[in-house]
């Protein structure tokens, strides 16, 4: 009866790790990011900006997009996301860009997925004093 017992506990205590995987927070992507994709596209390389401010596992902002010269409105606004471990997966909200990044210190690699798919690297260039630390 006591090893029934011990083992229905056991069973019931146990976390599947993908769960863990998928809540961990190993990452901060607050701040102003700036990116080129190497993939020329038909109006010049795409490039990208993100400023983001993270809550925990999640993050709003807004992106920037341009093809070369031109500023591509359409691929520009509001965007949300979430972070698990360090991959973050964004949306824009009111319009078709979407993308998954891996974030490591000042560097994000990865893909744009829509609305067409290119690899990107985006860079840190900015971002807002943490409280308790000393700008130089």
């Known amino acids: 009866m006591l090893i029934a017992a011990a083992l229905a506990i056991g069973v019931g205590c146990t976390t599947p790790s993908d769960w863990i995987e998928r809540t961990l ?3 901060d992507v607050t701040g102003t990011w700036y990116g080129a994709s190497p993939v020329r596209g038909q109006g010049g390389y795409p490039d990208l900006w993100l400023d983001l401010q993270q809550e925990g596992p999640k993050a709003k902002g807004s992106t920037r997009a341009s093809m ?3 500023q591509s409105p359409a691929l520009s606004g509001p ?12 949306r824009q909200t009111n ?6 990044l ?7 690699t990865g893909e744009i997925l829509e609305p067409r798919r290119f690899p990107i690297v985006l860079r840190r260039v900015g971002s807002p004093p943490r409280p308790g630390s000393q700008r130089q």
């Open 79 to 90: 965007i949300e996301g979430t972070i698990a471990g360090d991959v973050f997966t964004f």
């Open 68 to 70: 070369g010269a031109a």
């Open 95 to 100: 319009g078709p860009v979407t993308g998954e």
């Open 25 to 27: 927070v190993t990452v």
């Open 102 to 108: 891996t974030v490591s210190g000042d560097e994000m």
